[in-house]
T-cell receptor, first 117, second 116 residues
Framework: AQKVTQAQTEISVVEKEDVTLDCVYE???????LFWYKQPPSGELVFLIRRNSFDEQNEISGRYSWNFQKSTSSFNFTITASQVVDSAVYFC??????????????FGKGTHLIIQP | DGGITQSPKYLFRKEGQNVTLSCEQN?????MYWYRQDPGQGLRLIYY???????QKGDIAEGYSVSREKKESFPLTVTSAQKNPTAFYLC???????????????FGSGTQLSVL
């Protein structure tokens, strides 16, 4: 079985601070896919990034960066110089490569990020 | 603009009543999904469909039913057998699905279902 743990239920920082959202996953597969989604107050989830397990390169996209470490089963997300518009619930998700269960994403419980002006 | 439309945004169910949540996509995606979100919880998969006229149970299918008669539509019925239906329901689609794929999901804006 697979599992995604986002231990931080809620994080509150002041605008312009850097913030890291943690994601730890469990899976028996050696090949798998990891995702981050953002859920703003409007409700719909927005895709942020996708990472294959065999690609351990870190990625930077503007103020966003992701640190994938297979050795610790973590896929952490950092926002640099946070802005009020970054306030949302962020979900980490895992998809298995092999069969044996329903074909969908396994989501963590989400981290509610509050950026105060 | 292409996207996923869910309706209604808010829905109320009386005891013993079945209600249907609508989900329509114009992205020409083969795969569609229904997720349930409870406060402070992640999303849990209810049903998914890889192709027209085919659908599979997810992790929490009991008390729910779906149909996939058209590629663009995947309605979810919450039956009276679902004893705790109050939740936020999200519909999603992807170009294709199946194991060994890493397709990203596109989501609708959700339906909040409450019990009267």
């Amino acid at each position: 079985a697979q599992k995604v743990t986002q231990a931080q239920t809620e994080i509150s920082v002041v605008e312009k601070e850097d913030v890291t959202l943690d994601c730890v996953y469990e899976t028996r597969d050696t090949t798998y896919y990891l995702f981050w989604y953002k859920q703003p107050p409007s409700g719909e989830l927005v895709f942020l990034i996708r990472r294959n397990s065999f690609d351990e390169q870190n990625e930077i996209s503007g103020r966003y960066s992701w640190n994938f470490q297979k050795s610790t089963s973590s896929f952490n997300f950092t926002i640099t110089a946070s802005q009020v518009v970054d306030s949302a619930v962020y979900f980490c998700a895992l998809k298995m490569y092999s069969g044996g269960g329903a074909d969908g994403l396994t989501f963590g419980k989400g981290t509610h990020l509050i950026i105060q002006p | 603009d292409g996207g996923i439309t869910q309706s209604p945004k808010y829905l109320f169910r009386k005891e013993g009543q079945n209600v249907t949540l609508s989900c329509e996509q114009n992205l020409n995606h083969d795969a569609m999904y229904w997720y349930r979100q409870d406060p402070g919880q992640g999303l849990r998969l209810i049903y998914y469909s890889q192709i027209v006229n085919d659908f599979q149970k997810g992790d929490i299918a009991e008390g729910y039913s779906v149909s996939r008669e058209k590629k663009e539509s995947f309605p979810l019925t919450v039956t009276s057998a679902q004893k705790n239906p109050t939740a936020f329901y999200l519909c999603a689609s992807s170009q294709r699905t199946g194991f060994r794929t890493n397709e990203k999901l596109f989501f609708g804006s959700g339906t909040q279902l409450s019990v009267l």
